[in-house]
């Protein structure tokens, strides 16, 4: 009994402490094979109303992390800002290698007479949530982004998506830390809680 008070008592430490860490302040090893694999599995373990999966993941890590990066992300960066800087078409030739490994999961919601679309986008969301905590729990740096690319129709037809259908709920990239992050500012709960 005072191993499992022990254990839970580290993990609500653990989820008020919980903290993402920036990409670009992440080590880019890679990630070990079974550790992804617990990442990816407790990802999956989310609220499915009518256990529908309308989601999809892919996991992109060694070259491809480099290919993606040079093939999508900077030339679609070019194609729209053929006049920017090479010092910022630099930053976009790397953005996925900052990590070890992004999972990139993809919202898929499918044609349903009772489920709503919201109510698959929301649990898309919650699979980047778990793969996000999981990862941290592991003592992974972790961080969920949306970044200009997560919008880019090239991109999600890239990673298997359907244009006007699907959408990225997030990259979550995942790496080593180089060190413990800081607090930031949280919302004050009077502001945003009320009780009923």
């Given at each position: 009994m005072q191993k499992v008070k022990r254990i839970m008592s580290e993990i609500r430490k653990f989820f008020s402490k919980r903290r993402s860490v920036r990409a670009s302040k992440m080590l880019s090893d890679p990630i070990d094979k079974n550790d992804l694999n617990t990442i990816i599995n407790a990802g999956l373990r989310v609220p499915d109303h009518g256990a529908l999966s309308p989601w999809k993941l892919k996991v992109i890590q060694g070259a491809a992390l480099k290919k993606i990066d040079e093939?999508?992300?900077?030339?679609?960066?070019?194609?729209?800002?053929?006049?920017?800087?090479?010092?910022?078409?630099?930053?976009?030739?790397?953005r996925l290698q900052r990590a070890g490994a992004v999972i990139v999961v993809i919202s898929t919601p499918v044609n349903?007479?009772?489920?709503?679309?919201?109510?698959?986008?929301?649990?898309?969301?919650?699979?980047?949530?778990?793969?996000?905590s999981c990862a941290q729990s592991m003592g992974y740096a972790a961080q969920w982004l949306t970044e200009w690319y997560a919008y880019n129709d090239k991109m999600l037809n890239y990673l298997g998506g359907v244009v006007d259908r699907d959408k990225v709920s997030g990259f979550i990239y995942i790496g080593h830390k180089l060190e413990e992050?800081?607090?930031?500012?949280?919302?004050?709960?009077?502001?945003?809680?009320?009780?009923?």
């Amino acid at each position: 009994m005072q191993k499992v008070k022990r254990i839970m008592s580290e993990i609500r430490k653990f989820f008020s402490k919980r903290r993402s860490v920036r990409a670009s302040k992440m080590l880019s090893d890679p990630i070990d094979k079974n550790d992804l694999n617990t990442i990816i599995n407790a990802g999956l373990r989310v609220p499915d109303h009518g256990a529908l999966s309308p989601w999809k993941l892919k996991v992109i890590q060694g070259a491809a992390l480099k290919k993606i990066d040079e093939e999508v992300i900077l030339s679609e960066f070019i194609k729209n800002k053929p006049d920017s800087q090479k010092s910022v078409q630099d930053i976009e030739s790397k953005r996925l290698q900052r990590a070890g490994a992004v999972i990139v999961v993809i919202s898929t919601p499918v044609n349903h007479p009772k489920i709503p679309f919201w109510e698959m986008q929301l649990s898309s969301g919650a699979v980047c949530m778990n793969l996000l905590s999981c990862a941290q729990s592991m003592g992974y740096a972790a961080q969920w982004l949306t970044e200009w690319y997560a919008y880019n129709d090239k991109m999600l037809n890239y990673l298997g998506g359907v244009v006007d259908r699907d959408k990225v709920s997030g990259f979550i990239y995942i790496g080593h830390k180089l060190e413990e992050t800081n607090e930031r500012k949280r919302p004050n709960l009077s502001d945003i809680v009320t009780f009923l």
